[in-house]
């Protein structure tokens, strides 16, 4: 009896999510191209030539969205702490990364002194994240390792906002790169080159792929094959990997939990400062609060991927690179955050385990 | 070679061991008795670091290990089996028995001691390519202990490995123990399988809420009245 009628409740969730579903999808069919043109079409396109447009924008933001979804779900894997605070770090490391490339002359570079100074962002925004990522979780996680798991995650809000003050107060700085208004966007100078590929390549075609798409991939690319080498075949990522499934097992083999976790936030941390560099570079805007809305979809993509699992947040940032994408196009930027937030909500009741996640309960 | 000294260790405000003193020599099987909520568990877990003594001393080899960390009481040689089988699911059996030799560099060794270990437990070789939580109860019971022999141990605590298997396997599992032992291994056996840990054991000692009420030879034990009545069913 009861079990019959949690059976139906369960059918009955099932339903609902299935014509809130529908209901989206004819929403998203019904609804014309509108006039508002997306950014990198400017070339009247063919149907299909437009799908493909604004997947090539969607894979361009899901590889950013795929390096800070991988900190999300490595320290999650191998802590269960959702944190918080990882959009907001992601922040920090696009503000330090404007700071680099405007203290070594912004706008005004061009070849090899903005490839220098690309690098020199690189180099110094993926440290800065990785050590403020690596302290927080000495000072303010590791002392709460044995309390009850809502104290870290308390903790984590509090850095989100600490942080979130830290953009704030760096954006109101009299440096270089910030100009007067504290909470405005700032420009984040366009030292990549702009030639559309499609074109140069005398493809007859609308499309457009530029170099700096191109950058993008070329950059996130090696970070994420190097990271599933690192996890897959070294003794510190093993030992990474035998943490998350176990900790006190992996423990008694004479693994220090302490460290790996520490290299954990290291890694995850450095990650979102990458991610942030490349962001920066592509759009060329960033703003103090630009990490709730990147971490929503680095954790949505997480989620989806299934939260714990590596190659699923990189499925997972990409996928939803593209539905953001989509969604921009079909309907409009501003409910982008709702179609993404709607989906994890989905994922939530249909699938938790996301994509490629394990099932609840292995954990033993 | 191992020697607790007043141990006193647990987990919350009040110890659950209150001043435990026992040791183990050089070459010895040394078994561990006592029924559920004794503090075995709880008292190889201090042994390797896992939990830190409130007071008492542990020396290996005249050593105090006391306050070392557990990654460095394994270092000085002292492996875990540990209870119910913690082994890593979502590795294969060949990377959980890698996992074993952590602490090793000596790639060579490693190699020979995983064939060996491959070669005392045929099922393994048979699945070595297969997720350890794939296996059956039995299987991850012989990962877990072919793992802890992967560390190549001077001294190996072994956490009731025979709980929860056929009656088979039980036997198969004691005979191993023996074998691990005539190689040059110091054993702490912790069991509730009296009949058998008694039979494998030297000496032994019968641990009952956090204090050591007998100890004695092995072949003592097994004759004694106490020890008859609670741990052997007669
Ligand atoms: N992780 C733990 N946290 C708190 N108390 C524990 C924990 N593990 C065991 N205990 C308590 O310690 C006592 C001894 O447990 P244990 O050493 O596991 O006994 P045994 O292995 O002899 O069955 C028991 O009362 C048990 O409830
Ligand atoms: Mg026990």
């Given at each position: 009896?009861?079990?019959?009628?949690?059976?139906?409740?369960?059918?009955?969730?099932?339903?609902?999510?299935?014509?809130?579903?529908?209901?989206?999808?004819?929403?998203?069919?019904?609804?014309?191209?509108?006039?508002?043109?997306?950014?990198?079409?400017?070339?009247?396109?063919?149907?299909?030539?437009?799908?493909?447009?604004?997947?090539?924008?969607?894979?361009?933001?899901?590889?950013?969205?795929?390096?800070?979804?991988?900190?999300?779900?490595?320290?999650?894997?191998?802590?269960?702490?959702?944190?918080?605070?990882?959009?907001?770090?992601?922040?920090?490391?696009?503000?330090?990364?404007?700071?680099?490339?405007?203290?070594?002359?912004?706008?005004?570079?061009?070849?090899?002194?903005?490839?220098?100074?690309?690098?020199?962002?690189?180099?110094?925004?993926?440290?800065?994240?990785?050590?403020?990522?690596?302290?927080?979780?000495?000072?303010?996680?590791?002392?709460?390792?044995?309390?009850?798991?809502?104290?870290?995650?308390?903790?984590?809000?509090?850095?989100?906002?600490?942080?979130?003050?830290?953009?704030?107060?760096?954006?109101?700085?009299?440096?270089?790169?910030?100009?007067?208004?504290?909470?405005?966007?700032?420009?984040?100078?366009?030292?990549?080159?702009?030639?559309?590929?499609?074109?140069?390549?005398?493809?007859?075609?609308?499309?457009?792929?530029?170099?700096?798409?191109?950058?993008?991939?070329?950059?996130?690319?090696?970070?994420?094959?190097?990271?599933?080498?690192?996890?897959?075949?070294?003794?510190?990522?093993?030992?990474?990997?035998?943490?998350?499934?176990?900790?006190?097992?992996?423990?008694?083999?004479?693994?220090?939990?302490?460290?790996?976790?520490?290299?954990?936030?290291?890694?995850?941390?450095?990650?979102?400062?990458?991610?942030?560099?490349?962001?920066?570079?592509?759009?060329?805007?960033?703003?103090?609060?630009?990490?709730?809305?990147?971490?929503?979809?680095?954790?949505?993509?997480?989620?989806?991927?299934?939260?714990?699992?590596?190659?699923?947040?990189?499925?997972?940032?990409?996928?939803?690179?593209?539905?953001?994408?989509?969604?921009?196009?079909?309907?409009?930027?501003?409910?982008?955050?709702?179609?993404?937030?709607?989906?994890?909500?989905?994922?939530?009741?249909?699938?938790?385990?996301?994509?490629?996640?394990?099932?609840?309960?292995?954990?033993? | 070679?191992l020697a607790l000294e007043g141990v006193v260790s647990g987990y919350g405000p009040s110890p659950v061991l209150h001043g435990l003193s026992l040791t183990v020599a050089e070459g010895e099987i040394v078994t561990i008795l006592g029924s559920n909520g004794a503090g075995k568990t709880t008292t190889l877990r201090t042994i390797q670091g896992l939990l830190r003594p409130r007071a008492g001393e542990i020396r290996l080899a005249g050593q105090p290990i006391q306050g070392l960390a557990t990654d460095q009481v394994v270092r000085l040689g002292i492996a875990h089996c540990p209870e119910a089988r913690l082994i890593f699911p979502r590795m294969t059996v060949r990377e959980n028995l890698e996992m074993g030799a952590y602490v090793r560099t000596d790639r060579e060794g490693i190699r020979q001691d995983l064939e060996r270990v491959l070669e005392t437990f045929p099922r393994l070789r048979e699945r070595v390519g297969q997720r350890g939580g794939t296996l059956s109860g039995g299987e991850q019971q012989m990962l877990a202990i072919g793992r802890s022999l992967m560390a190549r141990p001077k001294l190996l605590l072994?956490?009731?490995?025979?709980?929860?298997?056929?009656?088979?396997?039980?036997?198969?599992?004691?005979?191993?123990?023996?074998?691990?032992?005539?190689?040059?291994?110091?054993?702490?056996?912790?069991?509730?399988?009296?009949?058998?840990?008694?039979?494998?054991?030297?000496?032994?000692?019968?641990?009952?809420?956090?204090?050591?009420?007998?100890?004695?030879?092995?072949?003592?034990?097994?004759?004694?009245?106490?020890?008859?009545?609670?741990?052997?069913?007669?």
């Amino acid at each position: 009896m009861r079990l019959r009628s949690l059976g139906g409740s369960a059918r009955l969730r099932r339903a609902l999510g299935l014509a809130l579903l529908l209901t989206a999808a004819t929403f998203l069919l019904d609804t014309p191209a509108s006039a508002d043109q997306g950014p990198g079409a400017p070339v009247r396109l063919g149907a299909v030539e437009e799908l493909l447009q604004y997947l090539l924008i969607g894979i361009a933001r899901g590889a950013v969205f795929s390096l800070i979804a991988l900190g999300y779900t490595m320290v999650y894997g191998i802590i269960e702490l959702i944190n918080f605070a990882h959009g907001d770090l992601y922040m920090l490391g696009a503000f330090m990364a404007l700071s680099v490339v405007a203290c070594c002359g912004g706008e005004s570079l061009s070849g090899g002194a903005a490839a220098g100074a690309i690098a020199l962002a690189f180099l110094v925004s993926t440290a800065f994240t990785a050590g403020v990522n690596f302290g927080v979780e000495r000072l303010a996680y590791r002392p709460l390792r044995n309390a009850p798991p809502l104290a870290p995650l308390l903790t984590a809000i509090g850095m989100s906002f600490i942080f979130q003050n830290l953009g704030l107060f760096w954006g109101g700085l009299p440096i270089a790169g910030m100009g007067s208004q504290a909470a405005a966007p700032k420009s984040f100078p366009d030292l990549l080159p702009t030639v559309n590929l499609v074109q140069a390549l005398g493809i007859p075609s609308g499309l457009s792929f530029t170099t700096k798409d191109l950058f993008v991939i070329a950059t996130a690319a090696p970070l994420m094959v190097g990271l599933t080498l690192f996890v897959r075949f070294t003794r510190l990522g093993k030992a990474m990997r035998a943490t998350a499934q176990n900790r006190m097992a992996a423990q008694v083999v004479g693994i220090n939990a302490d460290r790996v976790i520490a290299a954990t936030f290291l890694i995850g941390g450095g990650l979102a400062g990458a991610g942030a560099v490349i962001n920066g570079l592509y759009n060329n805007t960033i703003v103090f609060d630009m990490g709730y809305n990147a971490g929503l979809m680095a954790f949505t993509a997480a989620v989806l991927g299934g939260i714990g699992s590596i190659p699923g947040a990189m499925l997972g940032g990409f996928f939803i690179g593209i539905v953001s994408s989509f969604s921009d196009w079909q309907l409009a930027t501003q409910w982008t955050p709702a179609v993404v937030f709607g989906l994890l909500i989905l994922v939530l009741i249909f699938r938790p385990q996301g994509l490629l996640g394990r099932e609840t309960g292995e954990k033993a | 070679m191992l020697a607790l000294e007043g141990v006193v260790s647990g987990y919350g405000p009040s110890p659950v061991l209150h001043g435990l003193s026992l040791t183990v020599a050089e070459g010895e099987i040394v078994t561990i008795l006592g029924s559920n909520g004794a503090g075995k568990t709880t008292t190889l877990r201090t042994i390797q670091g896992l939990l830190r003594p409130r007071a008492g001393e542990i020396r290996l080899a005249g050593q105090p290990i006391q306050g070392l960390a557990t990654d460095q009481v394994v270092r000085l040689g002292i492996a875990h089996c540990p209870e119910a089988r913690l082994i890593f699911p979502r590795m294969t059996v060949r990377e959980n028995l890698e996992m074993g030799a952590y602490v090793r560099t000596d790639r060579e060794g490693i190699r020979q001691d995983l064939e060996r270990v491959l070669e005392t437990f045929p099922r393994l070789r048979e699945r070595v390519g297969q997720r350890g939580g794939t296996l059956s109860g039995g299987e991850q019971q012989m990962l877990a202990i072919g793992r802890s022999l992967m560390a190549r141990p001077k001294l190996l605590l072994l956490d009731e490995p025979s709980l929860g298997l056929a009656p088979m396997l039980v036997t198969q599992i004691f005979g191993i123990i023996r074998e691990i032992n005539r190689a040059g291994t110091s054993v702490l056996l912790v069991e509730q399988n009296a009949r058998m840990a008694l039979k494998v054991a030297s000496r032994g000692y019968v641990l009952e809420t956090g204090r050591i009420v007998l100890e004695g030879p092995a072949a003592d034990l097994a004759q004694n009245e106490q020890v008859k009545k609670a741990y052997l069913g007669m």
